[in-house]
């Protein structure tokens, strides 16, 4: 089982639609949570951080996290093609000694005008 | 965030030779981290730089072919030893500033390599 796993997609939406990008961890001892934004030809961009179990609101953009379930999941409200991009999710696993982040494959977002 | 920028932006370069590339911080940091990413791929870490102390490689990677420099707590170097065509790959840095959240990396921009 790889660490960090997330649909490679690509998930297409309208414009103007909610986006869901989901992420699974296998190191049930992981505390630290986050998602990257990565345009083509781009550096990854930290969009969301989350460390305790709930919802975390920023703009547009929705972070969960359910430890017991190890999920953590990114929504995406009013969608805009300037959204489209590659989402990582990346998770600091509690066995790592330093801060070390593990990355997903991340999930090619496509929003649609 | 942290204002992070890298040298050379992209590199065409020969089998064997080797490339070093740079990575300057516009704040003090005590962790530096350097990724590979392959095309169409996601990060790979490749090895953890902290000042004043051999840098950390992940599994797969070993110091003879990916030597890190950190000689102050803004800057680090990596080079990528006689490379082959399967070296060709994004390389960036990160930092993870202190006063933030734990274990927030912020990227810089990478370097484009292309080994022919």
């Known amino acids: 089982q790889k660490e960090v796993e997330q649909n490679s997609g690509p998930l297409s939406v309208p414009e103007g639609a909610i986006a869901s990008l989901n992420c699974t961890y296998s190191d049930r001892g992981s505390q630290s949570f986050f998602w990257y934004r990565q345009y083509s030809g781009k550096s990854p961009e930290l969009i969301m951080s989350?460390?305790?179990?709930g919802d975390k609101e920023d703009g547009r953009f929705t972070a969960q996290l359910n430890k017991a379930s190890q999920y953590v999941s990114l929504l995406i409200r009013d969608s805009q093609p300037s959204d489209s991009a590659t989402y990582l999710c990346?998770?600091?696993?509690?066995?790592?000694?330093?801060?070390?982040?593990?990355f997903g494959p991340g999930t090619s977002l496509s929003v649609i005008p | 965030s942290a204002v992070i920028s890298q040298k050379p932006s992209r590199d065409i370069c020969q089998r064997g030779t080797s490339l070093t590339i740079q990575c300057q911080v516009d704040s003090q940091v005590t962790m530096m981290f350097w990724y590979r990413q392959q095309p169409g791929q996601s990060l790979t870490l490749i090895a953890t730089a902290n000042q004043g102390s051999e840098a950390t490689y992940e599994s797969g990677f070993v110091i003879d072919k990916f030597p890190i420099s950190r000689p102050n707590l803004t800057f680090s170097t990596l080079t990528v030893s006689n490379m082959s065509p399967e070296d060709s790959s994004i390389y960036l840095c990160?930092?993870?500033?202190?006063?933030?959240?734990?274990?927030?990396?912020?990227f810089g921009p990478g370097t484009r390599l292309t080994v022919t």
């Open positions: 990346a998770v600091t696993p509690l066995k790592t000694s330093y801060d070390k982040v593990i």
């Open positions: 989350i460390y305790s179990n």
């Open positions: 990160s930092v993870a500033p202190p006063g933030r959240g734990s274990y927030e990396q912020y």
